[in-house]
């Protein structure tokens, strides 16, 4: 290398075999001369020693440059195998994976149901499938949240209420550290905790209007019904069957079939007849935000369940729970998608007051916060078609942290 063509070398690209030429007076530094042949590592730590942020570079540059091209295909090949992760597809893809985990559970849970009376064993070995399955999930991170799903019915079925109210019943099991023996008695009761209303005429169960009182008598024995059918397979723990006889006892004394209080209540059954009670009132048809159900819980349920277990499950659901519509400090409307860390700015699918420019919307990314609940009827056709706001309310574990 000619004197014209001699380079300044940072000292963090030494390496053994090339020659440099250190620029300082040889009083300075610890070598013979300024002209350094570099043979081992130790030449390489006394001149990073000596404080210089470069030397001249005197032979070797192929070495040089043979270093640097293996140090960008090094970051080339990390690039390639460690791609940047976009947050919006990683959403989706949570999204879509609790959505069809729903579905199928959905469907295993309605198989269980149409094989009890004809096989009682195959219908309780596939329900304890689908319990096995929904502790897995909710197990597999660390902190799961909870996702807004659906079956695309527009009315409540049986078992997908009964998922989702697994669901929230497993999540407040969570919270207050219950064992997972128990968590299973749980889910299977909710799973089969409305099975009883199969023997409730279609015309008194789907009934729009108001009950008469005798149809209302009829409707109040599903849960009788409901435990006779189970419990006579002599399969089912005395634990989940209790769920089924008295997920609707209120801790008043207010409840059926029995009017038991809380204190002959077991804390599951009061579980899930909290998260019962909640996801009822989102198929009622009065109320269709989980937030405006939440507020019937504290203005009409005073007393009916105990404190400690609605703190618990407004504390899962959030501020803005899956499925409750909001308007957002940019006037545009969405309907949240997923709970998350960032409570007051979740996850949303947001559109246009009109309906357009539809996306998935990261909130705390945007600077933009959401300014107040909308109500169904507020909302433009455009909007109302493009979020599905009309589309009924389920739960399922989210597989994000």
């Not at 009934?207 to 849960?223: C, I, R, S, V, Y």
Request: aromatic share 6%; hydrophobic share 40%; proline share 4%.
């Amino acid at each position: 290398m000619s004197k014209a063509e001699q380079m300044q070398l940072p000292v963090s690209e030494l390496q053994i075999g090339i020659t440099v030429k250190l620029p300082m007076s040889w009083k300075n530094h610890p070598f013979l001369l300024n002209r350094v042949e570099i043979k081992d590592a130790t030449q390489i730590e006394l001149i990073k020693s000596l404080g210089v942020p470069y030397v001249i570079l005197l032979a070797g540059q192929e070495l040089i440059e043979q270093q640097r091209e293996q140090q960008v295909e090094t970051v080339e090949a990390k690039t390639e195998e460690e791609p940047q992760v976009d947050p919006k597809a990683v959403v989706r893809k949570s999204l879509r994976l609790s959505q069809q985990r729903f579905i199928d559970c959905v469907n295993d849970s309605r198989s269980s149901f149409s094989k009890v009376a004809s096989d009682p064993e195959g219908a309780y070995r596939t329900a304890a499938a689908v319990v096995e399955q929904m502790l897995e999930h909710m197990f597999e991170v660390d902190k799961p949240f909870l996702a807004l799903v659906s079956a695309g019915e527009s009315d409540a079925s049986v078992t997908q209420h009964g998922i989702s109210v697994a669901v929230l019943s497993l999540m407040i099991a969570k919270a207050l550290d219950m064992p997972k023996s128990i968590m299973r008695d749980i889910t299977l009761g909710c799973l089969f905790h409305d099975i009883g209303k199969l023997k409730v005429p279609d015309v008194i169960r789907r009934k729009k209007t108001g009950l008469t009182p005798q149809e209302a008598n009829f409707m109040k024995m599903h849960p009788n019904f409901g435990y006779d059918m189970l419990n006579k397979s002599g399969l089912y723990p005395k634990q989940m069957l209790d769920i089924v006889l008295h997920h609707h006892e209120f801790i008043d004394g207010s409840g059926y079939p029995d009017g038991l209080t809380e204190a002959k209540i077991s804390t599951s059954t009061q579980i899930v007849s909290l998260a019962n009670d909640f996801d009822k009132q989102l198929w009622s048809g009065e109320i269709s935000s989980p937030q405006i159900a939440l507020g019937y819980l504290f203005k009409n349920r005073a007393g009916k369940h105990t404190e400690k277990l609605i703190e618990v499950l407004v504390k899962i659901l959030g501020i803005y729970p899956p499925g409750t519509l909001v308007e957002l400090s940019n006037g545009c409307v969405g309907k949240v998608m997923m709970t998350g860390k960032e409570v007051r700015q979740p996850q949303v699918w947001a559109c246009e007051a009109d309906g357009s420019e539809a996306s998935l919307r990261f909130l705390s990314q945007e600077g933009v916060t959401v300014t107040r609940v909308v109500k169904l009827e507020e909302l433009t056709e455009g909007a109302l078609k493009v979020l599905q706001a009309d589309t009924g309310i389920c739960f399922y574990f989210s597989s994000m942290e």
